[in-house]
């Protein structure tokens, strides 16, 4: 239930999971679908910021120390304009700013190493393989349990966990049929 009456004519879901787990390309789909508008925590390069907190805090900790307020600033400028808000954002309810807005948490569990694999040909088209050799370095000995730890506390208050290797044709259906008496 949302704390705040000024956002009562929109609803909220947001879409989870970890990179490469299809987040936008499921709420892309839903958009073609609701009368939506996208935030996406991508566009805002929160990571990025000198507030962020170090890669390797963990998820639990990092999650509200983030600087979400040109997020916020957005969504509040679309809230009550959309009947459905759809955002982008990997920390489902978990984030208390973002928390008291949201109708439903939508969690793209998808095997990691399709995630794995789905980064590497979105992300490394251009890169050297000594690239691609370095990140897969990484990726085993500090990502993958960053990312572990991430499914695990982000997905366990989700109302709706979706199999990120479904066809997207199935993983749209499941969220349409949770939200249909919203439609």
């Not at 998820?59 to 509040?76: C, G, T």
């Not at 009550?80 to 109708?103: A, E, H, S, T, V």
């Amino acid at each position: 239930m949302k704390e705040d009456d000024l956002v009562e004519n929109s609803y909220v879901i947001v879409v989870s999971g970890v990179t490469g787990s299809g987040k936008t390309t499921l709420i892309n789909a839903l958009h073609q679908k609701l009368n939506s508008k996208i935030i996406s925590f991508d566009d805002y390069s929160i990571d990025a910021l000198p507030s962020a907190p170090p890669i390797d805090t963990p998820v639990k900790d990092a999650v509200n120390q983030y600087d979400i307020s040109s997020l916020m600033y957005d969504f509040h400028k679309v809230a009550n304009r959309y009947p459905f808000i759809l955002i982008d954002f990997p920390f489902g309810y978990k984030n208390k700013i973002l928390k008291p807005y949201i109708d439903k948490v939508i969690y793209v569990k998808t095997p990691l190493d399709v995630c794995l694999a789905r980064q590497i040909l979105r992300d490394y088209q251009d890169k050297s393989s000594k690239q691609i050799m370095a990140w897969l370095k990484s990726y085993l000995t500090f990502a993958r349990p960053i990312f572990i730890d991430h499914e695990q506390f982000v997905s366990s208050d989700s109302d709706l966990i979706v199999d990120g290797t479904l066809p997207l044709t199935d993983k749209v259906s499941l969220v349409l049929n949770s939200i249909e008496k919203k439609m």
